[in-house]
């Protein structure tokens, strides 16, 4: 007998969830003997529930909810060290790896894929004792639009934190970070810097585009010191969708790094939309973790 959880967040995506949980319990018990639909009822349950399913016997594990929501779930899959099937229907303002694995950004849509899907394999990555999918960051500009309001989310989607981050960069605060991967270590003075597995990050592609969900690779952005003129030039090449120059951004790619803060500075970090660890930072990738619906 096949089996399947559904985990829902009510209160994710402005609680959306009401309109499509039905329609998506419908469908999975198109694919699945047994569905067993839960609702969130606080910070955690996803990561308790994803981790109880992957280690009794469920095929499959589905998510609804924003990108907290997501995490959470990928972090109990993680801890139960299972290579059971995920799926997962985006309802936040981002959807990084939606977008990243084309899975449609509207419920109804992404609940129609599921009659023509398949699998793919997905990285994560571990940082301390938590699991990540897409990013952690670490600056200024994660610090300020952890501050984005919901009515902000509402009405401008993902150019809030866009707008939120250019406002913060006209501050001009920098940190001093060491890296230190297999290569040996670096410092860098640095106001924003940024650790991706996918090619989206914030909704935008101009960053790592090179990045593939199965590359078995971490992509560090160290953003340079940049001043607020500068960044005033390259915005409408961003907006484009022009991947950012060297002169802006040093990518370099590893399977673990170590980054540590050196001037003593407070900064916290952004893990998949929400507040992550503390530093340092001791990453590692999990090539190949996860199995994800996709479209066919
Ligand atoms: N019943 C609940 N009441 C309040 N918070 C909840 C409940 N269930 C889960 N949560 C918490 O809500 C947080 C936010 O959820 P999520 O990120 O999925 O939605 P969102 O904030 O609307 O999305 P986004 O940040 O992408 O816009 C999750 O981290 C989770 O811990």
Same mark, same amino acid.
């Given at each position: 007998m096949k089996r399947c959880m559904l985990i829902v967040n009510p209160t994710a995506g402005r609680e959306r969830a009401k309109y499509h949980k039905d329609n998506l319990r419908q469908q999975l018990e198109t694919m699945f003997d047994d569905v067993e639909l839960r609702e969130t009822q606080k910070a955690g349950d996803a990561t308790e529930w994803a981790k109880e399913a992957a280690l009794t016997g469920f095929d499959s594990v589905f998510s609804m909810g924003g990108d907290g929501t997501l995490n959470e779930t990928i972090n109990g899959l993680a801890q139960a060290n299972s290579a059971i099937?995920?799926?997962?229907?985006? *309802?936040?303002? +981002?959807n990084d790896l939606a977008r990243a694995l084309n899975i449609p950004l509207h419920p109804e849509a992404a609940i129609a894929m599921l009659q023509h899907c398949k699998t793919v394999k997905v990285d994560i990555a571990k940082a301390n004792d938590r699991y990540f999918v897409n990013t952690i960051a670490a600056g200024i500009m994660p610090e300020a639009v952890g501050h984005v309001s919901i009515e902000q989310k509402t009405r401008l989607g993902p150019l809030a934190y866009f707008l939120t981050g250019i406002k913060a960069m006209q501050a001009h605060k920098t940190s001093l970070f060491k890296i230190t991967t297999a290569q040996g270590s670096t410092v860098h003075r640095s106001p924003l810097i940024v650790v991706m597995l996918t090619n989206s990050v914030g909704s935008f592609r101009n960053l790592a585009p090179q990045a593939r969900v199965d590359d078995g690779k971490i992509w560090l952005g +160290?953003?340079?010191?940049?001043?607020? *003129?500068?960044? +005033?030039?390259? +915005?409408?090449?961003?907006?484009?969708g022009q991947p950012l120059t060297s002169e802006l951004m040093t990518l370099k790619t590893m399977d673990r790094v170590r980054i540590e803060l050196l001037d003593g500075s407070h900064l916290s970090t952004n893990m998949d939309g929400d507040e992550g660890p503390a530093f340092p930072l001791d990453i590692e990738v999990l090539p190949s973790f996860l199995s994800v619906y996709v479209p066919a």
């Amino acid at each position: 007998m096949k089996r399947c959880m559904l985990i829902v967040n009510p209160t994710a995506g402005r609680e959306r969830a009401k309109y499509h949980k039905d329609n998506l319990r419908q469908q999975l018990e198109t694919m699945f003997d047994d569905v067993e639909l839960r609702e969130t009822q606080k910070a955690g349950d996803a990561t308790e529930w994803a981790k109880e399913a992957a280690l009794t016997g469920f095929d499959s594990v589905f998510s609804m909810g924003g990108d907290g929501t997501l995490n959470e779930t990928i972090n109990g899959l993680a801890q139960a060290n299972s290579a059971i099937h995920f799926g997962f229907i985006p *309802l936040g303002t +981002i959807n990084d790896l939606a977008r990243a694995l084309n899975i449609p950004l509207h419920p109804e849509a992404a609940i129609a894929m599921l009659q023509h899907c398949k699998t793919v394999k997905v990285d994560i990555a571990k940082a301390n004792d938590r699991y990540f999918v897409n990013t952690i960051a670490a600056g200024i500009m994660p610090e300020a639009v952890g501050h984005v309001s919901i009515e902000q989310k509402t009405r401008l989607g993902p150019l809030a934190y866009f707008l939120t981050g250019i406002k913060a960069m006209q501050a001009h605060k920098t940190s001093l970070f060491k890296i230190t991967t297999a290569q040996g270590s670096t410092v860098h003075r640095s106001p924003l810097i940024v650790v991706m597995l996918t090619n989206s990050v914030g909704s935008f592609r101009n960053l790592a585009p090179q990045a593939r969900v199965d590359d078995g690779k971490i992509w560090l952005g +160290i953003f340079k010191d940049f001043n607020y *003129l500068d960044l +005033i030039k390259v +915005i409408p090449e961003f907006l484009a969708g022009q991947p950012l120059t060297s002169e802006l951004m040093t990518l370099k790619t590893m399977d673990r790094v170590r980054i540590e803060l050196l001037d003593g500075s407070h900064l916290s970090t952004n893990m998949d939309g929400d507040e992550g660890p503390a530093f340092p930072l001791d990453i590692e990738v999990l090539p190949s973790f996860l199995s994800v619906y996709v479209p066919a």
